[in-house]
């Protein structure tokens, strides 16, 4: 599964922003896919990941509420909803997929991994 990630971009606080994933390959359907975030001088952390059907989400606590993960299997697609951004949101947000089995925030259970896309909250 090849992931490329995009919809990054300089917002500011309280406005909303909405990542994209897409993959390739046949078997997107089977995959969970998971969002995690880098910011600078930090380490990588989760953020939310959805299973296979899209039947079961999970967030972070620090973006309950406030993100949505959803999928679009016809399209092979993953998207993070994020709104009521904050500047403590800000890194590099990447897409991650693992074959489903269960719902993980882990990211070293994730095979696969896309580019990252920088998303900057300005206060």
């Known amino acids: 599964v090849q992931l490329q990630a995009s919809g990054g971009g300089l917002v500011q606080a309280g406005d909303s922003l909405r990542l994209s994933c897409a993959a390739s390959?046949?078997?997107?359907?089977?995959?969970?896919m998971g969002w995690f975030r880098q910011a600078p001088g930090k380490e990588r952390e989760f953020v939310a990941a959805?299973?296979?059907?899209?039947?079961?989400?999970d967030y972070a606590d620090s973006v309950k509420g406030r993100f949505t993960i959803s999928r679009d299997n016809a399209k092979n697609t993953v998207y993070l909803q994020m709104n009521s951004l904050k500047p403590e949101d800000t890194a590099v947000y990447y897409c991650?997929?693992?074959?489903?089995?269960?719902?993980?925030?882990?990211?070293?259970?994730?095979?696969?991994w896309g580019p990252g896309t920088l998303v900057t909250v300005s206060s």
């Open positions: 991650a997929a693992r074959p489903g089995v269960i719902l993980s925030s882990i990211s070293k259970e994730y095979d696969y």
């Open positions: 390959g046949r078997t997107f359907s089977r995959y969970d």
């Open positions: 959805i299973r296979w059907s899209g039947g079961r989400a």
